[in-house]
Nanobody, 118 residues
Framework: QVQLVESGGGLVQAGGSLRLSCAASGTVNAMGWYRQAPGKQREMVAHITSGGNVDYVDSVKGRFTIFRNTTKNMVYLQMNSLKPEDTAVYYC???????????????WGQGTQVTVSS
């Protein structure tokens, strides 16, 4: 069982920056950040594989950067030029390979609130 603990959320003005951090209690495979705004479905924001390949939702490309420290089992999300529409609860996600196939198991953090004021 892997625990994910996020930190770094808060309140920031539009145009500002925040960095989210997520610590995994064990070795994981891919990691990522998702977000859920009130009344909306959870969406993938950024994803990074164990090999360092990254992917972003179109709305954050050029503003957000995901990176990880594999030796420390940590992933970060640097968020610049924040907009009010970035306001959401941000969740850390990680998976582990649990069987041949391969089969993956997903882990989730408890979420951290990011609020961007206009």
């Amino acid at each position: 069982q892997v625990q994910l603990v996020e930190s770094g959320g808060g309140l920031v003005q539009a145009g500002g920056s925040l960095r989210l951090s997520c610590a995994a209690s064990g070795t994981v495979n891919a990691m990522g950040w998702y977000r859920q705004a009130p009344g909306k479905q959870r969406e993938m924001v950024a994803h990074i594989t164990s090999g360092g390949n990254v992917d972003y939702v179109d709305s954050v490309k050029g503003r957000f950067t995901i990176f990880r420290n594999t030796t420390k089992n940590m992933v970060y999300l640097q968020m610049n030029s924040l907009k009010p529409e970035d306001t959401a609860v941000y969740y850390c996600n990680a998976n582990q390979i649990v069987g041949p196939g391969p089969y993956y198991y997903d882990y989730w953090g408890q979420g951290t609130q990011v609020t961007v004021s206009s």
